[in-house]
Nanobody, 115 residues
Framework: QVQLVESGGGWVQAGGSLRVSCAASGVSFVIYTMGWYRQAPGKQRELVATITSDGRTNVADSVKGRFTVSRDSGKNTVYLQMHSLKPDDTAVYHC?????????WGQGTQVTVSS
């Protein structure tokens, strides 16, 4: 059973920075794709950024240039470094892992950006 646990969420003022982390457990292999999705109240869940085991990234246009996704090489740990945060970035950020045999989601971590 693969479990994902996020950390690092919190409250930050607009223009500030925050880094969220996600660590997977219960897996003996390197997960192919890990990344982040977010869901704000009244909005659909949206992709934020993903990264593959070989370092290829996919970043949403809405956060491109402000957010950076990364992971520890050879490990199932993924990070999202967020800069120049906006109130519109406020959401629950969920970690996602995707591989051939399955998919897993973390419980989410709240990121709140105040004006």
């Amino acid at each position: 059973q693969v479990q994902l646990v996020e950390s690092g969420g919190g409250w930050v003022q607009a223009g500030g920075s925050l880094r969220v982390s996600c660590a997977a457990s219960g897996v003996s292999f390197v997960i192919y794709t890990m990344g982040w999705y977010r869901q704000a109240p009244g909005k659909q869940r949206e992709l934020v950024a993903t990264i593959t085991s070989d370092g290829r990234t996919n970043v949403a246009d809405s956060v491109k240039g402000r957010f950076t996704v990364s992971r520890d090489s050879g490990k199932n740990t993924v990070y999202l470094q967020m800069h120049s945060l906006k109130p519109d970035d406020t959401a629950v950020y969920h970690c996602n892992a995707d591989w051939v045999a399955g998919r897993a989601w973390g419980q989410g971590t709240q990121v709140t950006v105040s004006s």
